[in-house]
């Protein structure tokens, strides 16, 4: 969108100006994905849209959220276009590969993994403790220290 950066995600969500953000989860299938979007709806969190993206042997697969099915999406590089956040939940090595492709596309990138924890220029944010620290984020990746922490 014109809106976004071309280094990607570092618009930040204050470029959304009022409008709900489109959300993707990598990893919408396992353990952390699933808690992921019981979050979501325990919190009411606004979304405009959603997409749910895992392995190629989930893709095609639907789950049924909110009142609504939503079709499970293979994660691809190509995943991203129009997503305003997206949350990694499926393992460092695909954080490693999809996140930048994310933040290319132009979302800020909350990841779950192990990925970037140590990268100094993603910041490691824990939301009771340290939320302020998730708006420096050079790279457009936010990490946290454990997936039980969301």
Do not use: W
């Given at each position: ?18 409008k709900k953000p489109v959300v993707a989860i ?60 997206a949350f990694f939940s499926a393992g460092g ?58």
């Amino acid at each position: 969108g014109a809106g976004r950066l071309a280094a990607g995600g570092r618009r930040g969500l204050a470029g959304l100006a009022g409008k709900k953000p489109v959300v993707a989860i990598a990893g919408s299938t396992g353990a952390v994905g699933q808690e992921l979007l019981d979050l979501i709806q325990e919190r009411a969190f606004p979304f405009a849209d959603l997409k749910l993206l895992a392995s190629k042997r989930s893709a095609g697969s639907t789950q049924e959220f909110m009142g609504k099915t939503y079709t499970v999406e293979e994660l691809t590089k190509d995943s991203f276009d129009g997503v305003d956040i997206a949350f990694f939940s499926a393992g460092g090595g695909r954080s490693k590969e999809f996140a930048p492709a994310a933040v290319g596309a132009g979302a800020v990138v909350i990841d779950n993994s192990s990925a970037f924890r140590m990268d100094p220029e993603c910041p490691l944010v824990v939301p009771e403790v340290n939320p302020d620290a998730a708006f420096n984020r050079p790279k457009g990746i936010i990490a946290n220290p454990n997936c039980s922490t969301i």
